[in-house]
C-alpha cells in the first residue's frame, strides 16, 4: 500500500485504471515555434484526454 | 476530438526543436514535444530503461479525469501503429459514453457493431458478432 496516500503507489508503475499523479513537463511547441509547459492538470481542467507517447530519443523513428 | 497528444523522451526541449526542424518527415508534426530530462516521469510509466537512462516506446490513454485507460509498450526496436492507437482512443471515448458495452477486436469507429457484457452474451459472442 502506498504510505503517503499521494496515490503514487511508491514508485510501482502506474497500473490500468489508476489515477494518473499530476505531473508538469517542458515542451518544444512546434505549433508556436517557442517553449512551453504541458500538465495532466491542466488538461482536466480543460476536459481533455491526454495520448503519452514516448520514445527513447530524438533523431530515432516512431 | 478532444485529445491532446504530448511526446515524450529524456531529452532536452532545445533537442527536441533542433530534431523538428532538421528531420524532414516531422515537419508537419504540430503536438508538443515533452522533455523528461530527469526520467520520473518514464519511471512512474514503468518505461525507463536504467541502463540507457531512455525510454521505451509506451503509450499512455489517460482520460479527462486523469485515470489511465490505455498501455501499450514496445521494445526500443518495434515501431508502433498510429491507427491501432487511434482505434483505441475513439473506443476508450465512445465507451466512455456508452459504459455499458464493449468494443470487441474489429471495432473500429462509432457505428460498428458492440458487445454489451452480460449473462445473454455467455457462449453467444459468435452469434452477437455475425448475426
Not at chain 2, 526500443?76 to 477486436?105: H, Q, W
Amino acid at each position: 500500500m502506498c504510505e503517503c496516500e499521494c496515490g503514487c503507489n511508491c514508485g510501482e508503475p502506474l497500473k490500468l485504471g489508476q489515477k494518473v499523479p499530476d505531473f508538469t513537463l517542458k515542451t518544444y511547441e512546434p505549433s508556436k515555434g517557442d517553449f512551453g509547459t504541458f500538465s495532466l492538470a491542466d488538461q482536466m481542467a480543460r476536459k481533455r484526454w491526454t495520448i503519452l507517447f514516448f520514445y527513447p530519443a530524438d533523431f530515432t523513428f516512431v | 476530438m478532444g485529445c491532446d497528444v504530448v511526446t515524450v523522451s529524456t531529452d532536452t526541449k532545445h533537442t527536441h526543436l533542433a530534431w523538428r526542424e532538421h528531420e524532414k518527415d516531422l515537419h508537419r508534426v504540430a503536438y508538443p514535444m515533452g522533455s523528461d530530462g530527469t526520467g520520473a516521469l518514464s519511471r512512474m510509466f514503468g518505461v525507463y530503461e536504467d541502463e540507457t537512462g531512455l525510454a521505451f516506446r509506451g503509450t499512455f490513454i489517460i482520460n479527462p479525469e486523469g485515470v489511465l485507460l490505455g498501455i501499450e509498450v514496445n521494445f526500443d526496436n518495434v515501431g508502433r501503429n498510429i491507427d491501432e492507437l487511434m482505434r483505441k482512443f475513439k473506443a476508450s471515448l465512445y465507451l466512455s459514453r456508452k459504459t455499458s458495452e464493449a468494443c470487441p477486436s474489429k471495432w473500429k469507429d462509432e457505428g460498428d457493431k458492440t458487445l454489451t457484457p452480460g449473462a445473454k452474451l455467455v457462449g453467444k459472442v459468435h452469434e452477437a458478432l455475425n448475426d
